[in-house]
């Protein structure tokens, strides 16, 4: 983790694990991690607010890179905590750092870092807002 950025305040979104996310084995299947990564962002920005962007201004966001780190199963019935932390790389791009946490655990059982970009209709890279940047920089902390 870089020290040079500063965070957003830690957000918490708690999800169910069902049987549908699972594996013949009762294991997470690993893709729905970037599902649940997805909610937590929107739930952080709102759903709204990205309705918002994009039918009055034609903006969405787009993932431009990720990474992701599985140390530990998730299994069916698990409720986990998705702990989800940004910061403003630029204009253009977000930075969101991401943990899957299960009950009584010592450690994330999944990490990612993902990177997110503004785009317009046309695909192409776009300025943020400046009223979406003033909405994001209200949840970094100082």
């Avoid at 169910?16 to 990564?37: A, R």
């Avoid at 204009?91 to 503004?118: D, G, N």
Wanted: glycine share 2%.
């Amino acid at each position: 983790m870089n020290s040079k950025h500063v965070f957003s305040n830690t957000f918490h979104f708690p999800v169910q694990i069902y049987y549908e996310d699972t594996d013949f084995s009762g294991v997470v299947y690993h893709p729905n991690f970037l599902k649940y990564f997805e909610r937590a962002r929107e739930h952080v920005i709102g759903a709204n607010r990205l309705n918002e962007l994009w039918l009055e201004q034609k903006l969405g966001f787009a993932v431009y890179k990720t990474e992701m780190t599985c140390s530990e199963g998730v299994e069916f019935a698990d409720i986990i905590d998705v702990r989800t932390r940004f910061y403003i790389e630029s204009q253009y791009r977000t930075v969101w750092h991401q943990e899957i946490w299960r009950l009584h655990a010592k450690k994330p059982a999944v990490t990612s870092v993902i990177e997110m970009v503004c785009m317009n209709t046309q695909r192409q890279l776009t300025v943020m807002p400046e009223a979406l940047l003033k909405e994001l920089s209200t949840a970094i902390s100082h």
